[in-house]
């Protein structure tokens, strides 16, 4: 059975979705060397194709970031629009979903919805891979990614042996659940020192918006 993936950032293709599926196919190409269709929801004129690519697909895995303790909403749009479709075979359903929290925790109330979404459309769920800390990994240096992407690797490798995500990996990139005390210690430092924003500060100011950072339009 050949796999599909959507990648659910708005980002599209420059996306921290599209580094981690790089690095997932990677080793998922260890092991099967079929063509992967890649498909991006943020492209809007695409939208009928993803559709019937979607109807027509096997396995699928979705990947897309957690945006406030929400998926964005071209994902919502497309699990709307894919919920009208009249499915007419069985598919196996997995995601993967990643954000800039530290802690993991954030996502697994997605999660539960992601797994009543897929047994309303009668569809085998596979499971949700939940990865926290993710934003900045493209301007991290390569000794700060190498265990995350060999997690990745060794994801896809497995899925591709076994049409289902590893238990093991995924406990493994679960962590941490929760912000202990000597990461909380460490943000505090951090904070105070502005060193927690500079990744926010900086595109902030490459898209000169630095000076509004404290603006409130919806405020009378």
């Not at 063509?35 to 559709?51: F, G, M």
């Not at 406030?68 to 997995?94: A, H, R, Y």
């Amino acid at each position: 059975m050949k796999l599909t993936i959507f990648n659910g950032s708005p980002r599209g293709e420059d996306s921290n979705s599209t580094i981690l599926i790089e690095q997932f196919l990677t080793g998922y190409n260890r092991i099967n060397s079929d063509n992967v269709s890649i498909n991006y929801i943020s492209k809007s004129k695409l939208e009928k194709e993803r559709k019937e690519i979607f109807r027509n697909a096997d396995i699928i895995l979705i990947f897309f970031p957690l945006y406030t303790d929400c998926m964005p909403g071209i994902v919502k749009n497309f699990f709307e629009d894919i919920f009208e479709l009249k499915i007419n075979k069985s598919k196996k359903i997995g995601f993967i979903v990643q954000s800039g929290f530290p802690e993991s925790i954030h996502s697994t109330f997605v999660e539960r919805y992601l797994n009543k979404f897929t047994q309303r459309l009668k569809c085998e769920y596979l499971g949700t891979v939940i990865k926290g800390g993710v934003e900045g990994i493209k301007i991290m240096p390569p000794v700060m990614t190498k265990k995350l992407f060999s997690r990745f690797q060794d994801l896809g490798e497995y899925f591709a042996k076994n049409e289902s995500f590893s238990p093991e990996i995924k406990k493994k990139l679960l962590k941490p659940y929760k912000m202990n005390f000597g990461r909380k210690i460490m943000f505090f430092i951090f904070s105070k020192t502005g060193m927690a924003n500079f990744y926010w500060n900086s595109n902030l100011k490459k898209n000169n918006a630095f000076a509004k950072r404290f603006n409130k339009p919806f405020v009378e």
